[in-house]
């Protein structure tokens, strides 16, 4: 029988769902130790004895959400061939991840101003970015074997570019948004590349 989770990560864990109350309903720059603490239920005391400090809270949740973001990505690549599960993912990623993950993509604007001023945060968003290159090139790649490594990142990286693109807009765009825009064009990308392996007649 496997043993219960240990009090010190369900406090833990208690305090960063605290957290993202706080973030989505104030912002990251409202979201005192103060506000977490009352919205956790525990002491000041507390948040410091697990988190040290604000600063350290925040990198834990930032780490926590792309964490989130890793495994849900994971469960999307479901299918019996790769291109099944690249058309998967790519669906994934164009259906309002954000939205679903955490219930309001302000977290996500917030996180990523934070990355724009902040080091410690920026390697952290961008390792979760760059996973998500890394898997997408390696299934084109492998859909697509005639393509060089550096075509499969382009492509990827061109992907995830739309994908971004489409979670800004569809959050603060009007109900006329194009739907399914994004995932045509990110599937138009991948045509491009199944053309290139198409031989020539003489």
Not at 38 to 48: E, F, K, V, Y
Not at 101 to 111: A, M, P, S
Not at 148 to 156: P, V, Y
Request: glycine fraction near 6%; include cysteine; proline fraction near 2%.
């Amino acid at each position: 029988m496997a043993g219960r989770p240990s009090k010190a990560l369900e406090r833990r864990d208690g305090i960063l769902d605290a957290m993202e109350i706080c973030v989505r309903e104030q912002g990251i720059a409202l979201a005192s130790m103060r506000k977490i603490a009352d919205q956790s239920g525990l002491s000041l005391q507390m948040i410091s004895h697990y988190f040290g400090n604000r600063q350290s809270l925040i990198l834990a949740f930032v780490e926590r959400l792309c964490e989130r973001l890793h495994a849900e990505t994971e469960m999307a690549e479901t299918g019996t061939t790769p291109k099944e599960r690249l058309h998967n993912i790519i669906r994934f990623l164009c259906d309002g991840r954000y939205k679903r993950l955490t219930g309001n993509d302000v977290i996500g604007r917030e996180i990523w101003a934070m990355a724009e001023r902040d080091e410690q945060i920026r390697r952290l968003v961008w390792n979760a970015y760059d996973r998500a290159l890394n898997r997408l090139m390696d299934l084109i790649c492998v859909v697509h074997p005639h393509i060089s490594t550096a075509q499969g990142r382009a492509t990827a990286y061109a992907i995830i570019c739309l994908t971004e693109a489409n979670e800004f807009f569809s959050g603060i765009g009007g109900a006329d948004i194009p739907a399914n825009a994004t995932e045509q064009s990110a599937l138009t990308l991948l045509s491009v590349l199944e053309k290139q392996n198409v031989p020539t007649t003489a």
